[in-house]
């Protein structure tokens, strides 16, 4: 009786799914890394909703234009640690946002900027990420004085090298990153006041992929449990320190 | 093994000599072109070697000191380990203004002592013509790569054209062997087997060709050198012909005079003799007046100077004839002396001359001689007749003595007298034919003039001297030598 109800609920299962899902983001710490416990907040909070909603996922990290480049498209069934866009809308379905991080400038010590707006940052000089997505009126700031790096770490030693007056980021990610890869710059950096943007972290999956509603509907349903009962702030605090 | 070696000429000397000298002169040029060539292409690499910090200048000093400006550290350890792939780059340093530092290579080897160093400040331009150091690479560059691969190169090119000239050399070696030297050894086997019986025309085993070369020149030469010894040597047949049979002729003629003199002397000697015979007894005969005597006495002279003269003329003719025949024996010098006193005594009488006759025989003469006894007695004989003959007054001397020639015991016989002597402008050609020392000397003594030319003959045949000697001493006027040499001395027996 048990084997028999045991290869019941089995084969539900493989109804709803006939193939792992292939979860991938790029390396993006804390929300996603090859190195970071459960590669990240990100592919740990997929894996686990997902997983406890019945399905099958494998998480990869990869390198962003991997992750988004033509050639690759199709090769992924959900992509992890993005912010919305509705211009990936027209290929992707964006999950509920799992977490909240707010976007921050940062200045040396001792100065005391306070952001009010963009226009405002006209007279400065700002490192900003090669190909990163801060707040759209932001990235569409041509007339700022921006200084394209590749890391966040870059630019975060370019403002206490005072070589730029300012960089922003998720103030996860500059944390995240002054912890782990150089904890020198925490006495040479601050926050200034003010946050420029806040971001939802959400996952999405590929329309084509069959079913991509039903899991999108699995993955909101189960992670509003988790919510609910607490689980997923536990899971969250793992990666980042509030 | 060895007719592999021949067959591609390792037996031609000539070919191998010219080889070797080849070979020599194809290395050094080899060595000197090759150090040529390498020297050319490591100025050129050393060139291109210290053109990689021209580079640096030109294309990595900038993105170098822009990743150091936005702490793009992946990116200058991607620009640092481009730098150092460079096999000519001994070590790079970079130092940031912030404090961070990398290196590439090994400081402590060839780049303590580079063979070039380039130090360059990264500056960042800012805004208002104002700019920041951000680093300073420094780049050491050392050629040992560089020195390295020319002595590869120099190896592999020398030996590479050494084996070209190797190559070269055996090829130019068999070519020589088959288009010359074979050549030459059939020339020289030719000229070898060419005979009067083998008139074979040289021929070489090679394509004609319209126009002559060395070889073709040769074998002409030949040709024409061998047609002009034919013609010589019939001509040298015809003569050698020719004079053969002249020699027959001669040895015939030569025969017939000597069966004449023969002839003539038996025919001439028997009534001679009878002659003197009967004008002896005609002047001994007690019966006859002295008229008819004195007619006797005076043809028995001519008698005697005819039978001289023919005996003379005999002599000559039979030593001209090459028919003296030397007779070497043992002799008894002492007696055979005493035998010429007596003689001359007999002479002095019948010349009717009063001169002394003296004998000075040596103590240590060895008792027996080797010698011909007969001709040396003629010899001594005619000198001793000659020194009477010309001598009026005082004396005629004969001495022999032992002497030495070359080292070898010899014998000396002097005939000295004290005659007239002998003019000097004579001296030279006394024992020339038909010579007197002077011609009115023949009309008051007589002779043939041939004495002197037959003892002087005789004593070569016997391998002695016969000299005047011009060393006069003791009163002596005339001094005649006869040197018997390498007279083989007879001891005794015991």
Request: overall charge negative.
């Amino acid at each position: 009786m048990f084997v028999a109800l045991w290869v019941t609920l089995c084969g539900v299962t493989a109804t709803a799914q006939t193939a792992p899902l292939l979860a991938a983001a790029d390396e993006w710490p804390p929300f996603s890394g090859v190195d970071l416990p459960g590669q990240g907040m990100s592919l740990d909070v997929i894996h686990t909703v997902l997983t406890e909603a019945g399905y099958d996922v494998t998480t990869r990290v990869v390198p962003w234009a991997r992750l988004m480049g033509d050639a690759d498209i199709g090769q992924f069934d959900i992509i992890g640690s993005l912010f919305a866009d509705p211009e990936l809308e027209e290929y992707l379905i964006y999950s509920d946002p799992f977490f909240l991080t707010e976007v921050r400038l940062v200045q040396p010590v001792g100065e005391t900027y306070a952001f009010t707006t963009v226009a405002d940052l006209r007279p400065f000089s700002i490192a900003v990420g090669d190909g990163f997505l801060y707040e759209d009126e932001f990235d569409r700031a041509t007339y700022l004085e921006k200084h394209v790096v590749t890391t966040t770490l870059q630019a975060i030693q370019m403002v206490a090298a005072g070589r730029v007056d300012l960089t922003l980021d998720s103030v996860d990610v500059v944390r995240h990153t002054i912890t782990h890869d150089d904890p020198n710059l925490k006495d040479r950096v601050t926050f200034a006041d003010g946050v420029l943007a806040r971001q939802d972290i959400h996952m999405a999956i590929r329309r084509d992929v069959e079913g991509s509603q039903e899991i999108v509907d699995a993955f909101n349903a189960t992670l509003a449990k988790m919510r609910r009962d607490g689980r997923l702030e536990t899971l969250l605090m793992r990666h980042v320190q509030r | 093994m060895i007719a592999t070696l021949r067959a591609i000429g390792f037996d031609n000397r000539l070919g191998l000599r010219l080889v070797i000298a080849s070979l020599i002169v194809g290395s050094v040029l080899s060595v000197l072109s090759t150090s040529a060539q390498l020297g050319a292409s490591y100025f050129r690499q050393r060139t291109d070697a210290t053109l990689v910090l021209s580079r640096i200048e030109d294309t990595l000093a900038s993105p170098l000191e822009q990743a150091v400006w936005t702490f793009n550290f992946d990116q200058v350890d991607v620009i640092l380990d481009g730098l150092a792939a460079d096999p000519n780059i001994a070590f790079v340093e970079l130092q940031s203004s912030t404090g961070q530092s990398w290196t590439r290579g090994d400081p402590d080897e060839q780049a303590a002592t580079p063979d070039d160093q380039r130090v360059y400040e990264l500056v960042h331009k800012l805004d208002n013509n104002r700019s920041e150091l951000v680093g300073v690479l420094d780049v050491r560059l050392s050629l040992d790569a560089v020195r390295a691969r020319v002595w590869a190169e120099f190896w592999t090119t020398f030996l590479t054209n050494l084996a070209k000239a190797y190559i070269a050399a055996i090829a130019l070696l068999f070519l020589v062997g088959h288009m010359v030297s074979r050549h030459l050894r059939k020339i020289a086997d030719h000229v070898d087997n060419t005979n009067a019986d083998n008139t074979n025309a040289l021929r070489l085993d090679r394509a004609g060709s319209e126009k002559t070369d060395d070889l073709d020149r040769i074998v002409d030469a030949i040709d024409r050198f061998e047609c002009r010894t034919r013609e010589q040597m019939d001509a040298l047949g015809n003569e050698i012909i020719d004079r053969k049979q002249a020699e027959a002729e001669a040895r015939q003629a030569l025969s017939i005079r000597s069966q004449f003199l023969a002839t003539m002397s038996h025919e001439i000697r028997t009534p001679l003799n009878a002659i003197m015979g009967f004008l002896h007894l005609i002047a001994t005969y007690k019966d006859i007046d002295d008229k008819p005597r004195v007619y006797a006495e005076t043809a028995t002279k001519a008698s005697h100077q005819l039978m001289s003269l023919m005996n003379n003329s005999l002599d000559m003719s039979r030593i001209e004839a090459d028919a003296v025949e030397i007779k070497m024996t043992p002799t008894d010098i002492h007696s055979l002396a005493k035998d010429w006193h007596q003689s001359a005594e007999g002479m002095r009488h019948m010349r009717d001359k009063n001169i002394k006759i003296t004998l000075d025989v040596a103590r240590d003469l060895p008792p027996l001689i080797n010698m011909d006894a007969s001709h040396v007695t003629q010899i001594v004989s005619n000198l001793v007749d000659n020194a009477i003959k010309f001598t009026d007054a005082g004396e005629v001397d004969i001495a022999i003595k032992n002497a030495t020639s070359d080292g070898n015991p010899a014998i000396d016989i002097r005939v000295s007298d004290t005659g007239n002597g002998i003019p000097e402008d004579a001296r030279a050609r006394i024992f020339e034919r038909f010579t007197q020392a002077d011609s009115g000397m023949l009309r008051a003594h007589g002779g043939s003039g041939l004495g002197l030319a037959i003892c002087s003959e005789l004593a070569r045949l016997m391998g002695a001297t016969l000299t005047l000697d011009d060393r006069i001493r003791d009163g002596f006027t005339t001094v005649f030598l006869l040197r018997l040499e390498n007279v083989a001395l007879v001891d005794l027996p015991t």
